[in-house]
């Protein structure tokens, strides 16, 4: 079947405009996950869906950025007044983890946006 | 939430074995640990899980000691397409927060 789908894959923005970037879960999975990776960097997590709730938000770097999942399928990750230093490759993740049992699905990645601020 | 301890980069050659250790000396109970592998312009993909003692599979083994304090993973007879970052996650389920460690760059030559 079809795995995480991001997109755009690419994306190239002026500085202090909006975007909006797109994840498709695979279907049936109840989490999903963003992270952002600059280059040559690890992994930073950004915020966690179950289902359409995301009780989690601290890993959001500020107030510009939001996300929202409806329907327990698709994820929007929005960033307002884009800054230079946001510019990275932002990933998604999907799975069927669940918090009350041992052990966990692993994670399903997209191979990301990469987003490019100038 | 169990850190993980990682090194940085490891160099090999073709054919030989490699062994990438992973430290994490507050694991809980109910903690899993999961390796991914990560090439350049693609997002991590999963390569083995384990709870204790060996775990393999088609492409890797996975050591966890009777302590699990640390777990190592175990790629056999490595090619050049194995490069790639491998990051060790700990995580059993107790928190959504799953956070990745600096992940190891190993670097395999011919």
């Known amino acids: 079947g079809a795995g995480v789908s991001q997109s755009p894959s690419n994306k190239v923005t002026e500085k202090g405009k909006d975007v909006e970037l797109r994840c498709d879960p695979i279907s049936g999975h109840t989490a999903l996950y963003w992270y952002r990776q600059s280059l040559g960097q690890g992994l930073e997590f950004l915020i966690y869906f179950q289902g359409n709730s995301a009780p989690d938000k601290s890993g959001l770097p500020s107030d510009r950025f939001s996300a929202e999942r409806t329907g327990g399928s698709v994820s929007t990750l929005t960033i307002q007044r884009t800054q230079q230093e946001d510019s990275a490759v932002y990933l998604c993740a999907s799975s069927f983890r669940r918090l009350d049992r041992e052990g966990n699905s692993p994670l399903h990645f997209g191979n990301g946006t990469r987003l490019t601020v100038t | 939430l169990a850190k993980t301890t990682q090194p940085i980069s490891m160099d090999s050659y073709e054919g030989q074995e490699v062994n990438i250790t992973c430290s994490h000396n507050n694991i809980a109970t109910n903690d899993y640990i999961t390796w991914y592998q990560q090439f350049p312009s693609q997002g991590p993909r999963f390569i083995i899980q384990?709870?204790?003692t060996k775990v393999t599979n088609e492409v890797a083994s996975l050591f966890i000691p009777a302590d699990r304090k640390s777990s190592t993973l175990s790629l056999p007879r490595v090619s050049l397409s194995d490069t790639a970052v491998y990051y060790c996650?700990?995580?059993?389920?107790?928190?959504?927060?799953?956070?990745f460690g600096t992940g190891t760059l190993l670097a395999v030559q011919p």
């Open positions: 996650l700990v995580d059993g389920g107790a928190t959504n927060k799953l956070i």
């Open positions: 384990g709870y204790k």
